[in-house]
């Protein structure tokens, strides 16, 4: 039986029991369960556990030690649910406290299976909306970095935080605009459309863009803007028709 097959009232008692399990694993230096709970098919029960741990960080300062050492030893496991779970950990962690885990961050970036590399990618999102100082400072650090997908991750790691300051992020995505490999291209467009149809966010694209030098990645982003205006019709500021009008008239 699956995560959400469980009554609200089921899940509820199961998350407490994960937590309870996961802290006394963690006080008696037993890492078993925590592996085991990492491991889990079920997608919900690793967010729970993860979730849990990030909690626990935060409510048991005695066991951060503890944590940050659990966490180190399953990032070397064979298993990479365990790997991702770990690093989703970590960006739980990472939203208050990003020193502690940038190295767990680090090597996440650079983990031979897709799924960890991905939990890198949401864990700079909810670092960087939340903490977002060390995170910027973290992907300046990767942005030119020789691994393409070390880029593209980087990139579309700034996603959250841009869609509230995309102020912060412009300058480093703008380090991007003649990267010459198709996928980083792909999701820079990406970026700039999704954060461009927050409140007071079109304009700051608008304005930023305006000093970019590659027409094609120009044309693009502005193709992607007026298109995500549409696609999140339910959730941007302006209509598409007025997102054009304000492009015709300021880009």
């Known amino acids: 039986m699956s995560f959400y097959d469980l009554s609200k009232e089921e899940r509820e008692k199961l998350a407490g029991g994960i937590y309870k399990k996961i802290l006394s694993g963690l006080s008696s230096g037993s890492g ?69 885990i940038e190295g767990i961050m680090e090597k996440g970036l650079f983990d031979e299976h897709h799924s960890p590399r991905n939990a890198v990618i949401g864990s700079l999102k909810k670092m960087g909306e939340k903490n977002p100082l060390p995170v910027v400072k973290f992907a300046a650090r990767f942005i030119h970095h020789p691994d393409k997908e070390i880029r593209r991750e980087i990139c579309h790691g700034l996603e959250l935080r841009g869609r509230t300051h995309p102020e912060e992020i412009l300058p480093l995505l703008q380090e991007l605009e003649f990267d010459p490999e198709t996928r980083v291209k792909n999701t820079l467009v990406h970026v700039i459309g999704q954060i461009s149809y927050k409140e007071g966010c079109l304009g700051k694209v608008i304005r930023s863009l305006r000093g970019w030098k590659n027409a094609e990645i120009v044309a693009g982003a502005i193709s992607e803007i007026i298109s995500v205006h549409d696609r999140y019709k339910n959730f941007a500021v302006m209509t598409q028709n007025e997102a054009k009008k304000y492009i015709e008239k300021n880009f």
């Open 32 to 100: 078993n369960y925590i592996h085991n709970v990492f491991a889990d098919t079920d997608t919900y029960i690793r967010k729970t556990a993860y979730l849990a741990v990030g909690k626990i960080f935060s409510a048991e300062k005695n066991q951060r030690k503890n944590i940050l050492g659990a966490l180190d030893v399953l990032l070397l496991s064979n298993d990479f649910r365990v790997r991702q779970t770990a690093i989703n950990a970590a960006g739980e962690i990472g939203k208050t406290d990003f020193n502690e």
